[in-house]
């Protein structure tokens, strides 16, 4: 755990936020630098009104299994809950080293 950050600072993914307050919670105890995504175009415009407040909150369409971020464009990536769904569809074993191999 040495190399575990604890800057506010940090770029930090949240990879199939849905429609959970966790970023808005990160985000009000000083974590600024959030970009959120999920495959769910009726869920990123949701939160993206309710959190427009929070301004330097992103939120993105886009598969966790083909993210078009750069290679270490983040710092920290954190998955509350995808892989839990993923495991749940079809070819979830492939689906999940998929997501695993992109993050």
Known sequence: MDN???????????LGCG???????M????????????????CIEQMSQINKSR?????E?????DLKFDDNSF???IDKSTIDALLCGEDSTLNTAIMLKEV
Not at 55 to 59: D, E, Q, T
Not at 61 to 65: A, F, I, K, L, N
Request: aromatic content about 10%.
């Open 19 to 25: 429609n959970a307050e966790f970023s808005a919670d």
């Open 75 to 77: 710092d920290i990536a």
């Open 27 to 42: 985000y009000d105890d000083g974590f600024s630098n959030i970009t959120n995504i999920d495959y769910s175009t009726v």
């Open 61 to 65: 369409v886009m598969d966790v299994r």
């Open 55 to 59: 301004v330097h909150m992103k939120y």
């Open 4 to 14: 575990v950050s604890e800057s506010k600072n940090d770029k930090v993914l949240v």
